[in-house]
Nanobody, 127 residues
Framework: QSQLVESGGGLVRPGGSLTLSCKAS????????TGWFRQAPGKEREGVVC????????FYVDSVKGRFTIYRDNAKNTVYLQMNSLKPEDTGIYYC????????????????????WGQGTQVTVAS
């Protein structure tokens, strides 16, 4: 059974860092596009960053450019989201999602493109 499991969330002060993990089981994540999405309290879920299969084209939304980095460890079948210089507006539940790569380049940030979702991990940025 295919599954995605996120971990690494927590409480961090503004300016701090966290690394989220998205571990895949039941499929080889290297063949899949993986995206990270987040849902802030009272808001709709939004796309944050994605990475394509293989060596991985990446796409970052403007609000996280220069602060967040997505990368994969194929040996661990895991995609990571390194988050630096965190701000209170980064608070939310972070979800990873995956879909078999069918794009010749880049990756989609639209939620509707993704087929498998994790259960989410809470990130809270507060002093």
């Amino acid at each position: 059974q295919s599954q995605l499991v996120e971990s690494g969330g927590g409480l961090v002060r503004p300016g701090g860092s966290l690394t989220l993990s998205c571990k895949a089981s039941g499929f080889i994540s290297d063949y899949f596009v993986t995206g990270w999405f987040r849902q802030a309290p009272g808001k709709e879920r939004e796309g944050v960053v994605c990475i394509s299969s293989g060596n991985g084209d990446r796409f970052y939304v403007d609000s996280v450019k220069g602060r967040f980095t997505i990368y994969r460890d194929n040996a661990k079948n895991t995609v990571y989201l390194q988050m630096n210089s965190l701000k209170p507006e980064d608070t939310g539940i972070y979800y990873c999602a995956a879909v078999r790569d069918r794009w010749s380049s880049s990756c989609p940030i639209q939620q509707a493109e993704y087929e498998q979702w994790g259960q989410g991990t809470q990130v809270t940025v507060a002093s």
